[in-house]
């Protein structure tokens, strides 16, 4: 019998690539996602390259009643990989509510219907966010937390204590937190990759906008930084790379691989870019010239961080393995593709 994951999120950016990489491992998914940052077409877009469409189901998990209902109805789930969040850094510094009802309860519903149908399994979508500034690069899974920048990143944190400590509660649960570096990228078909809606908050997508022609000029934040060209300096990792971590984890859980009741792996590649380096190899991989300019830092940037990534790669057998190049054309396709940009 094929093995049945819940993925929430599953039409958003990463979980889109995730929903491919498990059905092509050979799982049957069920997506859950309200839409409010993703569209259906996204599901005609897996369903070109697997050749399965996943089930899906509209509603969103911080309401109690329908995650309950939801449950009810597929207690036959053998995991459940949660993206869905909000996740806009400067949105969540305005409204903060917002971000820890949907963020927050939106697990602890999904924890209650665990418990309730006897669902073991859990891999939460985390960030690096939660080592903030670290004092020692690179990070190991054992760097220190910090304090949050902001509301979004506070929200990782505290939803890695809820099931941190619902694991600790209830030993039927398992769980494995997955700290994302700087996810880049789209899958090689450029049939999914990431769409932001308004103006792109996050690098990668301002570049390939800009390049597509959306965007007049990029601003580099910061040249004045501690490190070698002064541009801040980021773990950037290819989105597919990343999806394929996630297929590892769900195995680790479903074999009772897992060491602890509770893991924390990063999801790096080792390696940091500044953001200088990024506009660079863009132009390089892709042959499009980029017009950009030097303004001021950004408000709540870090400087630098990168993983070490020896714990997972040993730990799970999973390494990133595309390159930088590679992982900034397929981003370039991607935009391409969505634009009708030859
Ligand atoms: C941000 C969030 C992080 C979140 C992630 C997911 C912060 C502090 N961190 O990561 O918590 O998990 O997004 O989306 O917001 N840059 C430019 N010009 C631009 C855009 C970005 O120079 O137009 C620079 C930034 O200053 C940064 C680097 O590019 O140095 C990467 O920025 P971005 O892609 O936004 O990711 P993070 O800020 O690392």
Same mark, same amino acid.
């Given at each position: 019998?094929?093995?049945?994951?819940?993925?929430?999120?599953?039409?958003?950016?990463?979980?889109?690539?995730?929903?491919? +990489?498990?059905?092509?491992?050979?799982?049957?998914?069920?997506? $859950?996602?309200?839409?409010?940052?993703?569209?259906?077409?996204?599901?005609?877009? @897996? &369903?070109?390259?697997?050749?399965?469409?996943?089930?899906?189901?509209?509603?969103?998990?911080?309401?109690?009643?329908?995650?309950?209902?939801?449950?009810?109805?597929?207690?036959?789930?053998?995991?459940?990989?949660?993206?869905?969040?909000?996740?806009?850094?400067?949105?969540?510094?305005?409204?903060?509510?917002?971000?820890?009802?949907? !963020?927050?309860?939106?697990?602890?519903?999904?924890?209650?219907?665990?418990?309730?149908?006897?669902?073991?399994?859990?891999? %939460?979508?985390?960030?690096?966010?939660?080592?903030?500034?670290?004092?020692?690069?690179? $990070?190991?899974?054992?760097?220190?937390?910090?304090?949050? &920048?902001?509301? =979004?990143?506070?929200?990782?944190?505290?939803? +890695?204590?809820?099931?941190?400590?619902?694991?600790?509660?209830?030993?039927?649960?398992?769980?494995?937190?997955?700290? =994302?570096?700087?996810? @880049?990228?789209?899958?090689?078909?450029a049939?999914?990759?990431?769409?932001?809606?308004?103006?792109?908050?996050?690098?990668?997508?301002?570049?390939?906008?800009?390049?597509a022609g959306l965007?007049?000029?990029?601003?580099?934040?910061?040249?004045?930084?501690?490190?070698?060209?002064?541009?801040?300096?980021?773990?950037?990792?290819?989105?597919?790379?990343? #999806?394929?971590?996630?297929?590892?984890?769900? +195995?680790?859980?479903?074999?009772?691989?897992?060491? #602890?009741?509770?893991?924390? %792996?990063?999801?790096?590649?080792?390696?940091?870019?500044?953001?200088? &380096?990024?506009?660079?190899?863009?132009?390089?991989?892709?042959?499009?010239?980029?017009?950009?300019?030097?303004?001021?830092?950004?408000?709540?940037?870090?400087?630098?961080?990168?993983?070490?990534?020896?714990?997972? !790669?040993?730990?799970?057998?999973?390494?990133?393995?595309?390159?930088? +190049? &590679?992982?900034?054309?397929?981003?370039?396709n991607w935009e391409k593709r969505v634009r009708g940009i030859n």
């Amino acid at each position: 019998m094929t093995k049945k994951i819940l993925v929430t999120g599953g039409t958003g950016y990463i979980g889109s690539h995730t929903v491919v +990489e498990l059905q092509q491992a050979g799982y049957s998914v069920v997506v $859950v996602d309200d839409l409010s940052n993703s569209s259906l077409d996204v599901l005609d877009n @897996i &369903e070109q390259i697997s050749g399965t469409r996943p089930a899906f189901e509209q509603f969103n998990l911080a309401d109690a009643a329908q995650t309950d209902d939801f449950f009810s109805r597929n207690q036959d789930i053998a995991a459940i990989i949660h993206f869905a969040a909000s996740k806009a850094v400067g949105e969540s510094v305005k409204i903060p509510l917002h971000y820890y009802r949907n !963020n927050l309860v939106s697990l602890m519903n999904i924890l209650d219907g665990q418990l309730k149908y006897n669902i073991s399994n859990l891999v %939460f979508s985390s960030s690096c966010t939660v080592y903030g500034q670290p004092d020692k690069l690179p $990070v190991t899974e054992s760097t220190p937390r910090k304090d949050a &920048e902001s509301p =979004y990143g506070n929200t990782k944190r505290v939803n +890695e204590d809820i099931l941190q400590d619902s694991i600790k509660a209830y030993p039927q649960l398992k769980g494995i937190a997955l700290r =994302y570096f700087n996810p @880049i990228g789209a899958h090689p078909s450029a049939l999914i990759g990431e769409l932001p809606l308004g103006v792109p908050q996050n690098l990668v997508p301002f570049i390939t906008q800009a390049a597509a022609g959306l965007r007049e000029q990029i601003s580099v934040f910061g040249d004045d930084y501690d490190t070698p060209d002064g541009s801040a300096i980021r773990d950037y990792i290819n989105v597919v790379d990343l #999806a394929k971590a996630h297929v590892v984890a769900i +195995e680790r859980l479903l074999q009772n691989k897992n060491k #602890a009741g509770y893991e924390v %792996f990063n999801l790096g590649t080792g390696n940091g870019y500044s953001v200088l &380096e990024i506009v660079h190899g863009f132009e390089k991989a892709t042959g499009v010239k980029l017009n950009y300019k030097i303004v001021g830092r950004r408000a709540g940037d870090i400087v630098k961080i990168w993983a070490d990534t020896s714990y997972a !790669n040993k730990e799970l057998g999973w390494k990133a393995e595309k390159g930088l +190049e &590679e992982t900034l054309l397929s981003a370039w396709n991607w935009e391409k593709r969505v634009r009708g940009i030859n």
